[in-house]
């Protein structure tokens, strides 16, 4: 399962600039972490209020990452 891809299609849909999207990768054994970076105008749509879809963001990916047996942690920048 292509991680990064979802992370980079979740996060385009959510922002105005969706080509400022970038999600840097990285995998050690079962744990993944992807560090998300978007516009800085767009920070604040990603972070939610009260980092609300920040934590949905999170959920998601934990979720999906648990039907393949990893662990993955999103920090978003």
């Known amino acids: 399962m292509d991680f990064k891809k979802i992370l980079t299609d979740i996060a385009r849909a ?9 999600v840097e990768e990285t995998v050690n054994g079962d744990d ?3 560090v998300l970076t978007v516009a800085e105008d767009d ?13 949905a963001i999170r959920q998601i990916m934990k ?15």
């Open 32 to 34: 993944i972490e992807l």
């Open 63 to 77: 979720a999906a990452a648990n039907t393949c047996g990893k662990h993955v942690t999103v920090e978003i920048k």
């Open 43 to 55: 920070t604040g749509m990603v972070i939610g209020r009260h980092g609300r879809i920040a934590k």
């Open 14 to 22: 959510i922002v105005d600039t969706p080509d400022a999207v970038v």
